[in-house]
């Protein structure tokens, strides 16, 4: 089983949209996939409510509380995880993880924050041995807007690659509402914003 985890220290960067793709995605190739998720808010959870029964399968763990054991038969399991988690919370959900994935907003707070999150998971012996991948998305960029621009500095001294960069758009509020991803729409505008995701779905090997 291979454990993809969605995290930063930020609230609001779009860690369950992350999430909840990159699980759209695993379950669309076949994979018996699940979202554990450590939010008290069960983003995760709720999206997983409102996906149609005609959609690939995921399932949902409420690991809110307390992080519990993965059923088995897992082929991926996707961790949606809390804003502002302590020391011990960032080492314990990346023992159990094969790929970190940090998304990060434009924006001064977003990327102060998102800094001092990859300064701390720098410090973790696992990827500090390299022995998990990190990989960072910029999340609802305006391209050719100044804070989306001032990104592009904040990016090239991150020390992790930056492997895929997501558009801002309402179609993915869209989406979520039905409990859906633009991974799984057939219009012409979703492929588009689709194609973007690929650099990230690739590296996670879906």
Not at 112 to 140: M, P, Q, S, W
Not at 186 to 201: F, G, K, V
């Amino acid at each position: 089983m291979r454990t993809v985890l969605v995290g930063n220290i930020k609230g609001g960067c779009g860690k369950t949209t992350l999430a909840t793709h990159i699980a759209a995605a695993f379950a669309g190739n076949g994979l018996v996939t699940a979202i554990g998720d450590c939010d008290r808010q069960r983003s995760s959870l709720n999206w997983l409510r409102r996906r149609s029964e005609a959609l690939p399968a995921i399932l949902g763990l409420d690991w809110s509380k307390d992080v519990g054991a993965s059923p088995k038969g897992l082929d991926r399991l996707v961790i949606d995880a809390p804003a502002a988690m302590h020391h011990k919370d960032v080492e314990d959900l990346i023992d159990i993880s094969d790929i970190v994935v940090v998304p990060v907003l434009p924006g001064a707070f977003d990327e102060d924050a998102t800094a001092h999150f990859l300064e701390r998971l720098a410090k973790v012996k696992a990827v500090r041995k390299n022995k998990r991948v990190v990989a960072v998305v910029g999340n609802r960029l305006r391209p050719g807007t100044r804070t989306s621009d001032h990104l592009d500095g904040f990016f090239g001294g991150l020390g992790f690659p930056v492997v895929a960069r997501l558009r801002d758009s309402q179609i993915y509020p869209t989406m979520a509402a039905q409990g859906s991803t633009v991974l799984e729409a057939a219009d012409r505008r979703s492929r588009s914003y689709a194609a973007e995701w690929l650099p990230l779905l690739d590296l996670l090997g879906k």
